[in-house]
């Protein structure tokens, strides 16, 4: 669950058009995960960084999946407008 939150934390939003790690610290974390940083490691390291490098890919995708499915919802929501309908309060 740790990895998914800090995932999302560090994926643009396209709302604000920055990542909310940016919002809450005040710059942009920046990520390097290529396996040439594993240098001179053993063969069990190595496979857990692959490990974690794939995982973090797939679910780096899967934010943006969701990320996509929401806006589509909202702009959606909202082109409708509110469903108001003749004599109710506002």
Known sequence: MLIIQFIYNVTL???I?????????????????ILQQVIKISKIA????????????NIYKTVKLVQECIRKYYDLKKFKGLDLKEGDKV
């Open 13 to 15: 939003q396209k709302g």
């Open 17 to 33: 058009k920055t990542s909310l790690f940016k919002v809450n610290y005040g710059y942009k974390l920046i990520i390097l995960l």
């Open 46 to 57: 190595k496979e857990r960084a692959e490990t974690l490098m794939n995982l973090y890919k």
